[in-house]
């Protein structure tokens, strides 16, 4: 039986257990996202510049933070959120014995996984980036201690190798043109990059869908993953350490959600 189900059939059980679980699931759970229809190759220009802008539709912010704002009350509390946590202890040995990392979110959102470093005391000066102008009303409304700015991930308005680390928060799986979000995560980069809960896919192509993110349709792309290893090598990116967050087999592949950790190298 998946793990899932397993999961599942012991909270069913246990309706104490079902509604914390819950709680720490949910800003990542399936149901603020799915109807995933898969794009046939002759509209994926076509569908990808009509969604192009989807996720800065205004009502997507405050909808994706009520599951958030329930994660960070548990993080808060010592409670494990395990996409926060593999950030946390990839980034903790990169960083500075002494003085402060500098670390830019790239599709920050609204600027979370800046209190979530809190949380855990780590030496990062953040600040983050989103091309929504709703999500950066309301990561500065939020979180008037960070610095925030409107900012595409294909055109970042930092100079070359001027951020420690760059954060690629789970973004460039929306990004049409994701060579060029690569591209530009590794310009700005002066030591790392991270890709966060990032969609893989082992033997097939890279695939694209639409899929509803909190009722809004956008683009969704898994990776082939070497293609994407390749395409962060030829932006000067080297694959460091992996984190697998979750995989199933689906349409005869295995799938993952994966973050990566690359460091910059000479080319
Ligand atoms: C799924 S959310 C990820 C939020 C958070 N970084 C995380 O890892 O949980 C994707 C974010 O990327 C942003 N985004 C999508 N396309 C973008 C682009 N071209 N440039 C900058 N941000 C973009 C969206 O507005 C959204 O806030």
Request: hydrophobic share 40%.
């Amino acid at each position: 039986m998946p793990i899932t189900s397993l999961i599942r059939s012991f909270a069913n059980r246990h309706p104490q257990l079902k509604s914390v679980l819950r709680t720490l699931a949910s800003p990542f759970r399936r149901s603020v996202s799915g109807q995933y229809r898969p794009l046939p190759p002759g509209e994926a220009e076509a569908v990808s510049t009509e969604l192009a802008n989807a996720w800065q539709a205004p009502s997507i912010p405050e909808a994706q933070r009520k599951g958030v704002d329930a994660a960070l009350a548990a993080y808060r509390s010592g409670q494990e959120v395990r996409n926060f946590d593999v950030l946390v202890d990839l980034l903790r040995p990169i960083l500075p014995q002494a003085g402060l990392a500098t670390l830019l979110e790239v599709g920050c959102s609204s600027g979370y996984h800046g209190e979530a470093f809190a949380i855990k005391s780590l030496p990062v000066e953040y600040r983050g980036c989103d091309f929504s102008p709703a999500f950066i009303d309301l990561a500065r409304r939020l979180h008037p201690d960070f610095a925030f700015l409107v900012a595409d991930a294909c055109a970042l308005p930092e100079p070359d190798g001027s951020i420690d680390i760059v954060l690629s928060g789970c973004c460039i799986l929306h990004v049409a043109d994701y060579e060029k979000a690569i591209a530009e995560a590794a310009r700005v980069a002066r030591h790392h990059v991270v890709f966060h809960r990032t969609p893989v896919l082992h033997q097939s192509k890279t695939r694209r869908f639409t899929k509803m993110a909190y009722g809004v349709k956008t683009l969704e792309i898994h990776f082939n993953e070497e293609e994407l290893i390749h395409l962060m090598r030829r932006h000067g990116l080297a694959v460091s350490a992996v984190v697998t967050l979750d995989a199933s087999w689906q349409d005869g592949d295995a799938v993952a959600t994966k973050t990566y950790l690359c460091e910059k190298v000479t080319q």
